[in-house]
């Protein structure tokens, strides 16, 4: 199946939400990153990261993506990793 990008954006979330790379919780009316995309034969998918969460998955090819579980990478890690 191939993925397309649609958007993506800094948004302010209605409700609260899970980071899809550390699988921390991003509560309502916290600003994330906010990923639209459409898969074929699937539909639209929306994705939400912490900022520094996303900034730290932009280095990741195909395969780290197809490969990650949610949660593989603590948040705490994370901050550590883009300090």
Not at 13 to 19: A, G, I, L, T, Y
Not at 25 to 54: P, S
Not at 74 to 79: A, P, Y
């Amino acid at each position: 199946m191939s993925s397309c990008h649609v958007s993506d954006k800094v948004g302010i979330v209605r409700k609260p939400h899970n980071c899809r790379v550390c699988y921390g919780r991003i509560e309502k009316g916290e600003e994330c990153h906010i990923y639209t995309g459409v898969e074929q034969g699937e539909g639209f998918y929306t994705l939400h990261f912490h900022n520094d969460c996303w900034e730290y998955s932009r280095k990741w090819d195909d395969w780290e993506w197809e490969n990650h579980t949610p949660g593989d990478v603590s948040r705490s890690e994370i901050k550590e990793l883009t300090a």
